[in-house]
């Protein structure tokens, strides 16, 4: 695919390829308990996503404790020990440039707990009921 393809925000296959590597390494360094932090140490957090730039020179890591609770704690800490986890990522991700990375609190778990509100809204149900009667009806036939 042409550079100019990209631009339209779809990522290219290197920069998922390398965004995974830097994901597995950084969930391998948060489960073996790499980092002495009283924060981290206390909690599970997990790494659902890591998208780079284009250039591969930036990561965003996005994290979620588990439970969802004390992130801005997590993100503090893991901002405290960014020069040794962004050290530990070049060390054990082979790239010419060792990407500066960046932490966020993921999203998508508020995206779920959204969909999950709306489905069990009296309209959404109303209309799930209605499919079923009519479901129900074109059985009997």
């Given at each position: 695919?042409?550079?100019?393809?990209?631009?339209?925000?779809?990522?290219?296959?290197?920069?998922?390829?390398?965004g995974e590597l830097v994901r597995h390494?950084?969930?391998?360094?948060?489960?073996?308990?790499?980092?002495?932090?009283?924060?981290?140490?206390?909690?599970?957090?997990?790494?659902?996503?890591?998208?780079?730039?284009?250039?591969?020179?930036?990561?965003?890591?996005?994290?979620?404790?588990?439970?969802?609770?004390?992130?801005?704690?997590?993100?503090?800490?893991?901002?405290?020990?960014?020069?040794?986890?962004?050290?530990?990522?070049?060390?054990?991700?082979?790239?010419?440039?060792?990407?500066?990375?960046?932490?966020?609190?993921?999203?998508?778990?508020?995206?779920?707990?959204?969909?999950?509100a709306l489905l069990d809204s009296p309209?959404?149900?109303?209309?799930?009921?209605?499919?079923?009667?009519?479901?129900?009806?074109?059985?009997?036939?």
């Amino acid at each position: 695919m042409s550079r100019g393809h990209q631009q339209g925000g779809e990522p290219s296959q290197r920069m998922l390829r390398v965004g995974e590597l830097v994901r597995h390494t950084m969930s391998e360094l948060l489960t073996r308990s790499t980092i002495n932090d009283a924060v981290l140490e206390n909690l599970v957090v997990t790494v659902p996503d890591v998208r780079m730039s284009p250039d591969l020179k930036l990561a965003t890591i996005y994290v979620m404790p588990l439970g969802g609770k004390n992130i801005s704690d997590v993100l503090a800490a893991l901002d405290r020990h960014k020069k040794l986890l962004r050290g530990e990522i070049a060390r054990r991700v082979n790239l010419k440039f060792a990407p500066d990375i960046r932490f966020k609190a993921d999203p998508s778990f508020d995206y779920g707990a959204k969909i999950d509100a709306l489905l069990d809204s009296p309209k959404v149900k109303q209309d799930l009921a209605k499919s079923e009667s009519v479901e129900i009806s074109d059985e009997a036939k």
